[in-house]
């Protein structure tokens, strides 16, 4: 048990063991949790699944990635697929809509040079057919 933390009064501890797959006696996560009844830090989980939930935190910790790669993630949902994003994914998801958002200016403005355009011609032929008509009446007496 993590007796320093309970000597603290933390609240609760999360202890994620990338290596648990190597020892019997060993959990991908443990959480520990001050009891109101002892007043004293006590393991409320041991597991090896992918994704739990911290009560203090009020989210989902979830494992991502394989060997060296393996990170912990936080996660909305108990599923843990809908992940918070990283600076650096929220960073992209930033210049990402920034681009689209270009790119729908730049549609909206080629549709108006277009528009523009078709008014104009259609004003031109306007005139000329009042033109032609204005000269192909016979005057009132």
Same mark, same amino acid.
């Given at each position: 048990m993590p007796s320093a933390c309970d000597e603290m009064g933390v609240s609760e501890v999360v202890i994620f063991d990338p290596e648990a797959s190597v020892g019997v006696e060993r959990s991908t996560w443990q959480i520990f949790r001050r009891k109101k009844k002892t007043g004293r830090l006590e393991r409320v989980l041991?597991?090896? +699944?992918?994704? !739990?939930?911290?009560?203090?935190?009020?989210?989902? %910790?979830?494992?991502?990635?394989?060997?060296?790669?393996? +990170?912990?993630? !936080?996660?909305?949902?108990?599923?843990?697929?809908? %992940?918070?994003?990283?600076?650096a994914e929220a960073a992209e998801a930033a210049r990402n809509a920034e681009e689209t958002a270009l790119a729908g200016e730049r549609e909206a403005r080629a549709a108006l040079r277009a528009e523009t355009a078709a008014r104009s011609a259609l004003e031109a032929k306007l005139k000329r057919l009042e033109a032609k008509g204005r000269r192909g009446r016979p005057s009132r007496p």
């Open positions: 041991r597991t090896d +699944r992918e994704t !739990i939930r911290s009560e203090q935190l009020r989210c989902w %910790l979830t494992v991502v990635g394989r060997g060296g790669e393996q +990170r912990i993630r !936080i996660a909305r949902a108990a599923n843990g697929r809908d %992940l918070y994003p990283t600076d």
